[in-house]
């Protein structure tokens, strides 16, 4: 049972519009959510996180929202930029059990020129 | 700035042989994850140390172990290897004083079992 689930599995969006991933979870012990982009043969690079205590974390073209009664946060990239293009996962950790992450199974953007 | 190293980053195995994946976490680090990315699938968490003691533990198997050594580097073994091994595996690092951590990840070790 997949706790975080990323269901577009792609995006593809205008160079300079906005780029919208979602993410919902199940579990709502999660309390601090975290957003990471991969290229192809890299590992994962850490963009922007939130806690649960937040609704929103801003950080330059980055924006995350979290709706903890609905179990739903998002990551907006603004303006998008071919250089966005990638597999961005969410991924969530625990309450007082350990700091392992649960990822989403993560949304292909492609941001096209 | 300093990034997580891995090595080897490819690495080729028969069934059966064993396999170890090092991985040094950036410095002033003290904790260190080990994540399994199977093909077409999320990162999956294996196990985690931290001050050199294992923190937590997940979806490892019996045939892995790990442990992390007093320079924070850490080394995961694979032994009897089996053709369901082959994936990426990465390792990601964090302070844990700074909670909630911010996991940073290595560029992953591909294995390939024969």
């Known amino acids: 049972d997949q706790q975080v689930k990323q269901n577009s599995p792609s995006l593809s969006v205008q160079e300079g519009r906005i780029s919208i991933l979602n993410c919902d979870y199940t579990n709502s012990m999660f309390d601090y959510f975290l957003w990471y982009k991969k290229y192809p043969a890299e590992g994962p690079t850490f963009l922007i996180s939130?806690?649960?205590?937040?609704d929103k974390n801003e950080d330059g073209r980055f924006t995350v929202f979290l709706n903890k009664s609905a179990k739903h946060l998002s990551l907006h990239i603004v303006p998008s930029q071919p250089g966005d293009s990638a597999v961005y996962f969410c991924?969530?950790?625990?309450?007082?059990?350990?700091?392992?992450?649960?990822f989403g199974g993560g949304t292909r953007l492609m941001v096209k020129p | 700035a300093a990034g997580v190293i891995q090595s080897p980053r490819h690495l080729i195995k028969e069934k059966r042989e064993t396999a170890t994946l090092k991985c040094y976490p950036i410095?002033?680090?003290?904790?260190v994850y080990w994540y399994q990315q199977g093909p077409g699938q999320d990162p999956q968490f294996l196990i985690s140390?931290?001050?050199?003691?294992?923190?937590d533990k997940g979806s490892i198997p019996d045939r892995f172990s790990a442990q992390q050594f007093s320079d924070y580097h850490s080394e995961l073994n694979m032994s009897s290897l089996e053709l369901g091994d082959s994936a990426l595996y990465f390792c990601a690092s964090s302070l844990r004083e700074r909670l909630p951590d911010t996991q940073y990840f290595g560029p992953g070790t591909r294995l390939t079992v024969l």
């Open positions: 991924a969530a950790r625990f309450a007082n059990a350990g700091n392992m992450l649960t």
């Open positions: 410095p002033r680090h003290d904790t």
């Open positions: 140390f931290y001050e050199k003691m294992q923190s």
């Open positions: 939130i806690s649960s205590i937040k």
